[in-house]
């Protein structure tokens, strides 16, 4: 009888072994690696020249009375700066805060349009309608439902202000010596007209373009609840289709922005 029930735990076990190898081959994310994109907060973290930067300020850190020890910190800073994302109640006066955009929207299949050539020549360059019917060209129509990333190749310059925003000078009087890559308003009208997109991201400081006075791209993405990821890193590690993109926000009711942890999983080519 012993012997019985030996051989029948060891078949469980064995049936178990396989359900878990199984489970786990099954797994979407078995076979790939996961790519960071996303700028670590800090008294570096580059912000916009009017917004209050990063600030951690230490509330305890050392041994308590009771024998443990313990840590916590206290943070500041505007929603927007670092790697951060915009919600469309940033620029539409009707669009969606940052609690209001699902999950669903803000994790899916990415396309990357690297534009970084263009970029180096031209550091005001605006991603043109003809940038990415050029991509289109190579690599197929954007999918409905994608998030569109765009590769300047300026997340390398992080966290020199100088050469990631065109100056390191601070306050109002800065603002109009930005110099840095951006959506063409045009493009935005196109993306939002002939493509059905869940989000579009870039590795500046904004999507549109640093000598922008009128932010236009912001208000054509926005209005049609089109949320913005902004200083996106390592973008130059992603294939220009075939990446999965989670990019989750801090989750703040009323939010016109906030910082984002956003991350790509890249599966291993077959």
């Not at 929207?105 to 970029?119: N, R, W």
């Not at 031209?122 to 309608?129: E, G, K, N, R, W």
């Not at 059905?196 to 991201?201: C, E, F, I, N």
Request: aromatic share 10%.
């Amino acid at each position: 009888m012993k012997a019985f029930f030996l051989r029948r735990c060891l078949s469980c076990l064995a049936s178990l072994a396989c359900v878990v190898s199984l489970t786990a081959a099954d797994s979407p994310f078995a076979r790939g690696k996961w790519i960071d994109l996303t700028h670590d907060f800090s008294t570096n973290t580059l912000y916009w020249p009017t917004a209050q930067r990063f600030t951690l300020e230490v509330e305890f850190h050392a041994h308590t009375d009771k024998g443990y020890f313990y840590a916590a910190n206290r943070y500041s800073a505007s929603e927007h700066g670092g790697t951060h994302i915009d919600a469309p109640i940033h620029f539409a006066e009707h669009g969606k805060t940052l609690d209001q955009l699902t999950v669903e929207q803000l994790t899916g299949a990415a396309v990357v349009v690297d534009v970084s050539a263009k970029a180096n020549k031209d550091v005001d360059h605006q991603i043109t309608v003809a940038d990415l019917k050029a991509w289109e060209a190579k690599h197929g129509r954007i999918p409905n439902g994608a998030i569109l990333l765009i590769n300047t190749g300026y997340a390398r310059h992080w966290p020199d202000a100088k050469k990631y925003l065109g100056t390191d000078e601070r306050g109002p009087n800065a603002v109009a010596k930005l110099h840095f890559p951006g959506l063409h308003p045009d493009a935005a009208r196109w993306l939002v007209a002939e493509r059905a997109l869940k989000a579009v991201g870039l590795d500046t400081a904004s999507i549109d373009y640093g000598q922008s006075t009128l932010f236009e791209s912001h208000r054509i993405l926005f209005e049609k609840n089109i949320p913005a990821f902004e200083n996106v890193a390592a973008l130059d590690q992603l294939p220009a289709t075939g990446s999965y993109i989670v990019a989750l926000p801090m989750k703040i009711k009323d939010g016109s922005g906030g910082p984002l942890r956003i991350v790509a999983w890249v599966a291993d080519k077959l």
